[in-house]
Every structure is written in C-alpha cells, then in structure tokens.
C-alpha cells in the first residue's frame, strides 16, 4: 500500500521526468554545456547536513563506513523536538536554494534544481502544520511509527558479517526501545484528541 510519502517521491521523480522530457528539443548542437560544479557543490553541503542526522538513510544506502561509520549503532531521532528542527534545516536550505538561483542553469542542473526545490517548497508547505513527520498526520498510525519502521529497517538494512556489526545491532535494539518511548510521548491519537475536546467544552459549560 502506497503512503503519502511514497506517493510525493514518486511524483517528484514524475515531475523530474518531465521536465528533463521538456528539455530535450533543446539540444545542442556540439556538445552540452559541463554541469555545473557550483551547483553540485550546494547539493553535497545539503546531503551532508541530512545524513549528520539521517544514520538510517546511511546504512540504507550503505554509506555507514569511513566518516559515516558512526551511524552504524545509531537511529534517527523521532522525537518532536527533532521534527521542528529538520523543519528549520529544509527552510534553511530552500533558501539557500533560491539565492543560488537558476537563471544560469540548463539541461541537467535546471532539472536538478527544479525537483530539489520542488521537494523542498513541498516540505515547507507542511511545517506550519504540528502533526508527525512532514506528511504523516501522525506520529503513529497504522502504516507510520517507530513500532513498524524499525523492526523492518533492522531486518532489511542492517547486515551483520561481523562481532562489531552484531554490537551495532544490540546498541540499535536499545535505541529502538529509546525511539518509542519518544514516539509514545509525542503520540497524538484522533480518541485522545476527541477526549480533551469534550472535557474542554464540558468546563466551559460548567464556567
């Protein structure tokens, strides 16, 4: 089953899609210009600073080595306090973004940039709303939440070849029961909600 945050990957790499499509008419005629560098630079300092706080998405992509090796043992935090402050960083680098404009950029790089920021407006568009992680209502639902994430990052992304990646695994199992105590802290349930709405209405009435 597809969730939202499924759905609005796959329509930034539809919108990608489209518009490298659009592009193409425009081909010239010796050689396409080099990417350009400056931009490219931008999008590594970006990636940098989501995978200082992503030690999940490291070892997914198997990045979890050399200087990232530090996020093998590690997750990613799920606390609120963690959701407003990775909605701080996307405004930071959107605009960031748009300073560096695409006014210059053809081919390739505007595609890139257009889609990055595209993903970027998309998050920025959700911050104002205090729910879970960007697009999920909820911190837990029935297809969200650490009690489903983890156990199935755990299966499918942390191998173990060796005693410190069996190490790593335990230190994780611990940080997995850290992660839902926080989860559970941050739980907002529709019921709940209902429930503090009567009884406030209740003392109103009483007032």
């Known amino acids: 089953m597809t969730d939202r945050r499924q759905f609005l990957q796959r329509s930034g790499a539809l919108i990608a899609a489209g518009v490298a499509e659009s592009l193409a008419p425009w081909v010239w005629a010796d050689s396409p210009p080099a990417s350009d560098t400056r931009l490219n630079a931008l999008f590594d300092v970006f990636m940098d600073e989501r995978f200082a ?11 979890d080595t050399g200087k ?3 996020a ?3 997750l990613n935090d799920a606390s609120l306090k963690r959701v407003a ?18 006014g210059s950029l053809h081919g390739a790089d505007r595609a890139n940039y257009d889609t ?12 104002p709303f205090q729910y879970g992680e960007f697009v999920h209502p909820y911190v837990v639902s029935q297809l969200t939440g650490s009690y489903q994430e983890i156990p199935t990052f755990l299966d499918r992304e942390h191998k173990i070849e060796n005693a410190a990646d069996a190490q ?3 230190e994780r199992l611990g940080a997995f029961a850290r992660s839902m105590r926080k989860s559970g802290g941050a739980t907002l349930s529709p019921a709940s909600c209902r429930t503090r709405s009567v009884s406030s209405s209740s003392t109103r009435a009483k007032a």
Not at 53 to 59: D, G, Y
Not at 88 to 95: P, T, V, Y
Not at 116 to 127: I, P, S
């Open 68 to 70: 990232y090796a530090w």
């Open 168 to 170: 790593a695994y335990l």
């Open 53 to 63: 706080k992503s030690p999940q998405q490291l070892t997914a992509l198997g990045l």
């Open 116 to 127: 990055v920021e595209f993903q970027m407006e998309t998050v920025a568009r959700a911050a």
């Open 85 to 102: 402050q990775a909605k701080e960083e996307n405004a930071s680098q959107l605009r960031r973004l748009r300073a560096f404009g695409s």
């Open 72 to 74: 093998r043992a590690q």
